[in-house]
């Protein structure tokens, strides 16, 4: 692996260095700069169209930026995703929920589903049913395991799909609005399992625009506008009333 970023934080996970990206003729991000460490709990906050799921397409390498650097554990996303074994590894370290769960679902239970990632991994056969089965208890899922995904309401598909990229293991889970179009009660439950794989060392970075169920968990903001983005502290976030202001009325 070619490592084209100097570091000795071995606690830094994503570094985004002069990040610019638009279409067209329209800029949506002009060089961004911050850094996300691990065990953080990360909410990117900002308006409709401001970049916030352009930049988590870019660190997953489904979109490509016009200039600057996105490096993952001090090696350039380019790097990990150039060579076939490190895209492998990268994709099960980094897991992603996308904010439209269908595109995730379609095996032919839910048993499946949740098995399809470790199985690709080659993991063996005891593991999987093992973890599978974890994945199921977490979210209260055992009496759906033999159901079509399809089929499901919206709110257990992307449980299912969720409890899918959590199969994997992964160290970092993207999360591109998992809360929008579900009820106050499921918002909750899905914000109690994001606060405990934080709890035990995941690190989280959700795209959200629900301020006040997620101030208690979030540790850092990044907050998007004018084709900018900047990481704050929840504390700084918290004791400025203007930073305050901005982010509730997202």
Not at 25 to 44: A, M
Not at 109 to 122: H, L, N, R, S, W
Request: charged share 20%; with cysteine; hydrophobic share 35%.
């Amino acid at each position: 692996m070619d490592i084209t970023e100097n570091t000795n934080d071995t606690e830094k996970l994503f570094s985004i260095h002069n990040l610019t990206f638009g279409y067209q003729d329209k800029n949506v991000l002009n060089e961004v700069n911050f850094t996300i460490n691990r065990g953080e709990f990360v909410c990117f906050m900002g308006p409709n169209g401001g970049g916030k799921s352009t930049l988590l397409q870019m660190m997953l390498g489904f979109l490509k930026q016009q200039s600057g650097d996105i490096f993952y554990k001090g090696c350039n996303v380019t790097e990990w995703l150039n060579d076939p074994q490190l895209k492998r590894e990268y994709h099960q370290q980094v897991g992603i929920l996308f904010q439209n769960v269908d595109i995730q679902l379609f095996n032919s239970t839910v048993y499946d589903e949740i098995a399809f990632g470790p199985k690709q991994m080659d993991i063996p056969e005891e593991e999987i049913e093992n973890r599978v089965n974890d994945c199921l208890n977490i979210f209260g899922l055992n009496h759906l395991k033999e159901n079509v995904p399809y089929h499901l309401s919206g709110g257990e598909k992307r449980e299912v799909a969720l409890a899918s990229v959590l199969a994997l293991n992964p160290d970092v889970i993207l999360l591109d609005e998992p809360l929008v179009g579900l009820t106050y009660g499921n918002r909750a439950k899905l914000l109690r399992v994001f606060g405990q794989l934080n709890h035990i060392g995941k690190t989280i970075i959700m795209i959200t625009h629900y301020f006040d169920q997620v101030k208690d968990l979030a540790t850092d903001y990044v907050i998007f506008g004018n084709h900018d983005a900047q990481k704050k502290t929840r504390a700084q976030v918290l004791e400025d009333p203007e930073l305050l202001q901005i982010v509730s009325e997202y």
